[in-house]
């Protein structure tokens, strides 16, 4: 069983300071993918970032970089220059891949969540 | 490219009433899910096509809960009769063979059941 944890319900930051959000994550498939996504108050789950459990170098997607510590198993988000608009809700995601197969396969499995809330 | 696309996004209804949410997924994607989302918490995954295929339904409360996706493309997760701990936010996402299969979610729809 693959397993998310979040351990932040709710993080602080100002306007343009860089934060970094907690995920550690637990698996037995010998290969898997780790999501990040945001969700605003309107609801939609938007992807943020991916890391492959094979990628050798962090993941980055503009201000958005993974903190992939594989044998820690943590998958931290680092978001620089945070912006008013970045406050939501974040979802760290997990999913086996196709050579895993059985259950674990295709579906995500979240975390509970940190509510990051940016002040100007 | 059009996202994820789904209706109603809102629905109140009375407990014991059947309902009905519907999806459209991205052009292209194979793979479509249905996930329930709790008041505070992370999503959860109901069903999963392949195409015409539902291949994890393990998760679907099969009593109340029906789904079909008949031409691999549209989708229709049904719930007869609705309970109170039914209401909850039903998520559709799709995602396509690339190496990562990121999935991309619909705005969803809010369901509240009186």
Request: aromatic fraction near 12%; include cysteine; glycine fraction near 8%.
């Amino acid at each position: 069983a693959q397993k998310i944890t979040q351990t932040q319900p709710g993080m602080f930051v100002q306007e343009k300071e860089a934060v970094t959000l907690d995920c550690t994550y637990d698996t037995s498939d010998p290969s898997y993918g780790l999501f990040w996504y945001k969700q605003p108050s309107s609801g939609e789950m938007i992807f943020l970032i991916y890391q492959g459990s094979y990628d050798q170098q962090n993941a980055t997607e503009g201000r958005y970089s993974l903190n992939f510590q594989k044998a820690r198993k943590s998958a931290n988000l680092v978001i620089s220059a945070s912006q008013l608009g970045d406050s939501a809700m974040y979802f760290c995601a997990m999913r086996g891949t196709h050579n895993a197969g059985g259950t674990s396969y295709g579906k995500l499995t979240f975390g509970q969540g940190t509510i990051l809330t940016v002040h100007p | 490219e059009a996202g994820v696309v789904q209706s109603p996004r809102y629905k109140i209804i009375e407990k014991k009433q059947p309902v009905a949410f519907w999806c459209n997924p991205i052009s292209g994607h194979n793979t479509l899910y249905w996930y329930r989302q709790n008041l505070g918490q992370g999503p959860e995954l109901l069903i999963r096509y392949e195409n015409e295929e539902a291949v994890d339904d393990s998760q679907l409360p099969k009593d109340r809960f029906s789904a079909e996706r008949l031409k691999g493309v549209d989708s229709t997760l049904k719930i007869q009769p609705a309970e109170l701990g039914d209401s909850a936010v039903y998520l559709c996402a799709s995602s396509r063979y690339d190496g990562t299969d990121t999935q991309y979610f619909g705005p969803g729809t809010r369901l509240t059941v009186l």
